[in-house]
């Protein structure tokens, strides 16, 4: 006697790479250490563009100009005239992962960036110093990091 109601026969065909695929995601998805150059590169980046512009980069405004005394002295004892940019140790800090001041402390989850120069703080809060903040993240550099995260996790592309 024949079976009554319904029978389904599923039929699956690339179920093992399948399975590798979504492995390869959630394995991704917990270690994402590989892309954090890359996202490093491109907030150096950006701060490389705030500096050119002193301050006036993805929509923030300039930084307020260094007083006409201090021009003159930075001028008169062969310094840089440019705001924040004395010596160049701040800047370097900030727009080269190569260098030795660079805070580039990746983990399986996120990455720590900064700067270990100590006088960099004083700078973004204003302390004792005009207000010239230096980390400026914006919407459109997230959203650039989280497409950087998408394809690694996605496609495993770094």
Not at 74 to 94: C, M
Not at 133 to 149: G, P, Q, T, Y
């Amino acid at each position: 006697m024949a079976a009554r109601g319904l029978q389904v026969q599923l039929v699956t065909t690339g179920i093992k790479s399948t399975l590798k695929r979504l492995r390869g995601l959630s394995d991704r998805a917990k270690d994402l250490r590989p892309i954090w150059p890359k996202v490093a590169d491109d907030w150096a980046r950006m701060n490389k563009l705030t500096f050119q512009r002193d301050g006036a980069s993805s929509g923030w405004t300039v930084w307020e100009p260094i007083s006409p005394e201090w021009a003159a002295w930075k001028s008169a004892n062969g310094f840089d005239s440019a705001i924040l940019r004395q010596t160049g140790t701040l800047k370097n800090s900030l727009i080269k992962r190569s260098d030795g001041n660079f805070i580039f402390q990746p983990t399986k989850q996120g990455v720590r960036l900064g700067t270990t120069v100590k006088y960099a703080s004083f700078h973004e809060k204003g302390r004792g110093v005009p207000q010239r903040e230096l980390f400026r993240n914006d919407s459109k550099a997230e959203k650039r990091w989280a497409k950087i995260i998408e394809r690694y996790v996605v496609d495993g592309v770094t």
